[in-house]
C-alpha cells in the first residue's frame, strides 16, 4: 500500500471559495441528482461531465475554474490521457492532427470540450444520461457516439455514484477512454464556501508505475514498469509530486479526509492504468482503459463499426 504526497505547508483556506457552484453560463442546462443528504450536478455543456458532488454539506469536486481540464469530473473520449505530438495514424493509415493543448501534445480527448446533443433524467431525479457526437464538429474525424449515464443511491452516511461512459463506433477505430477526477485537497463546506477539516490523502496497492521518458517529458513512452514508490512529503511551491501512471491496480483505491469522508473508486475490467496527479490544489485520480499515448506505443482497442467500449467508475462513500 502506498499514499500520495502529504503536504504539510497547506492548510484549509479561511477565504470563501471564489468559483461558483454552477457557473451561470451552465446553469441552463444543468442535471440535478439526489438523494438524502446528497446533491450531484451534472453539465452536459461542459463536457459530459460530473460538475459537483456534495455529501453532507460537503464538496468533494475542484469547481469551475477556467480550464476545461482541471475541474470536475470529465471523461476522456476517444483517447485517454495524452497523445504525443497531437497526431495519430488510424487503421487505414491516414495521418490525423489535433490542436496542442500541452505542449506540442493533445491530452485527454475531445469529448470534455464538447456538448450533449440529447439527455434524459429518471422521474425520481436519481439517474441520468448524457449523449454527445463525436465527429467532425467535436474535432473527431472517425465519427463514434459517447453516451455518460449517472446512478446515485444510498444517503450522505453511505452511498455511491455510478458513471459510465460508453463509446460506440460508427467505423473500425482505435479507442482508449477513461475518467479525469479532480478532487479537492480540502473538503469545502458548501453553505459558507470555505475549505475545512483535514487534507485528502490516495492510498492504493499497484504492483508498478511505467517509467518517465527523459527524452519526452510528461509523455511516458517508456514501457518499462517500476517498483511504485510512497509518495512522501510534498515541500512548498515543489509542485506534483506524482504524474504517472500505475499498473497492477487490483484494490480498489481510497481517498480519505481525515475522520470526515472514505472515498473509494470502483472500475471495471477494461481499465488498465491508474494516472495520478498530484499538486497543491488537487487530487486527481484517473481510471483509463490503456496507458497513455496509446496510438503510438499500443494498448488501444479496436472497436469494429457498432462496437462499444464502457468504463465505468462507481465513487463509494461513508462518513
Not at 473538503?187 to 517509467?211: H, K, N, Q
Not at 496527479?277 to 487530487?283: F, I, M, N, V
Request: proline residues 8%; contains cysteine.
Amino acid at each position: 500500500m502506498i499514499r500520495s504526497a502529504r503536504h504539510p505547508h497547506l492548510a484549509p483556506s479561511s477565504e470563501p471559495e471564489a468559483h461558483p457552484q454552477v457557473p451561470d453560463y451552465l446553469q441552463a442546462t444543468a442535471i440535478t441528482l439526489g438523494v438524502d443528504g446528497v446533491s450531484v450536478t451534472l453539465l452536459p455543456d461542459a463536457g459530459l461531465r460530473v460538475g459537483s458532488i456534495v455529501i453532507g454539506g460537503r464538496e468533494l469536486l475542484v469547481r469551475e475554474n477556467g480550464h476545461p481540464a482541471t475541474w470536475g469530473i470529465f471523461p476522456m473520449a476517444p483517447w485517454a490521457g495524452r497523445m504525443a505530438n497531437a497526431t495519430f495514424n488510424d487503421l487505414a493509415g491516414a495521418t490525423h492532427q489535433f490542436p496542442p493543448t500541452w505542449g506540442d501534445h493533445a491530452f485527454h480527448g475531445r469529448l470534455y470540450q464538447s456538448s450533449a446533443n440529447e439527455q434524459s433524467v429518471s422521474g425520481d431525479g436519481t439517474a441520468a444520461v448524457m449523449y454527445a457526437p463525436l465527429d467532425r464538429g467535436a474535432g473527431w474525424p472517425l465519427n463514434a457516439r459517447a453516451e455518460v449515464a449517472a446512478a446515485l443511491t444510498g444517503s450522505a452516511t453511505a452511498g455511491a455514484l455510478t458513471i459510465t461512459l460508453t463509446i460506440t463506433a460508427e467505423f473500425g477505430q482505435l479507442v482508449t477512454a477513461g475518467w479525469h477526477p479532480c478532487f479537492r485537497r480540502f473538503l469545502l463546506d458548501a453553505t459558507e464556501r470555505r475549505e475545512m477539516g483535514a487534507e485528502g490523502v490516495l492510498s492504493f496497492a499497484p504492483s508498478g508505475v511505467l517509467a518517465r521518458d527523459t527524452t519526452m517529458p510528461g509523455l511516458h513512452l517508456v514501457d518499462v514498469a517500476q517498483p511504485a514508490v510512497d509518495g512522501g512529503i510534498a515541500a512548498p511551491g515543489s509542485g506534483a509530486t506524482w504524474d504517472d501512471p500505475f499498473v497492477g491496480v487490483t484494490t480498489p483505491p481510497q481517498i480519505t479526509w481525515g475522520d470526515d469522508l472514505v472515498l473509494t473508486l470502483t472500475t471495471g475490467p477494461a481499465v488498465t492504468h491508474w494516472m495520478v496527479y498530484d499538486p497543491d490544489d488537487a487530487l486527481c485520480v484517473e481510471p483509463q482503459a490503456g496507458p497513455p499515448d496509446a496510438f503510438h506505443r499500443g494498448g488501444a482497442i479496436e472497436l469494429k463499426a457498432g462496437e462499444s467500449l464502457s468504463v465505468p467508475l462507481v465513487l463509494s462513500w461513508s462518513a
